[in-house]
């Protein structure tokens, strides 16, 4: 069994920061990537950012510059650095961990950005 836990979620101020992780623990093999996905209300779930087990990183347009995806390979864990929120950056936000045979998703943490 595997799973994501996240944290760091919360409310700041435009032009705030916040740092959320997402730690893995189970029985986690042949990991290909971890990202974040986010999905506001009537919206679809989009990817944010994903960084590969090789450390290659790849950033949704909107968020180029201001967030930051990183990761601890030895604790199974990935983080996003976001700075200069916005109040459209407003959504829950998943964690998801990529593996050869499963694809797993945290609960999500909100994140709201307040004008």
């Known amino acids: 069994q595997v799973q994501l836990v996240e944290s760091g979620g919360g409310l700041v101020q435009a032009g705030g920061s916040l740092r959320l992780s997402c730690a893995a623990s189970?029985?986690?093999?042949?990991?290909?990537?971890m990202g974040w996905y986010r999905q506001a209300p009537g919206s679809q779930r989009e990817l944010v950012a994903r960084?590969?087990?090789?450390?290659?990183?790849n950033y949704a347009d909107s968020v180029k510059g201001r967030f930051t995806i990183s990761r601890d390979n030895a604790k199974n864990t990935v983080y996003l650095l976001m700075n200069s929120l916005k109040p459209e950056d407003t959504a829950v936000y998943y964690c998801?961990?990529?593996?050869?045979?499963?694809?797993?998703w945290g609960q999500g943490t909100q994140v709201t950005v307040s004008s």
């Open positions: 998801n961990l990529w593996t050869v045979l499963a694809d797993y």
């Open positions: 960084i590969t087990s090789g450390g290659s990183t």
């Open positions: 189970g029985s986690i093999v042949s990991v290909n990537a």
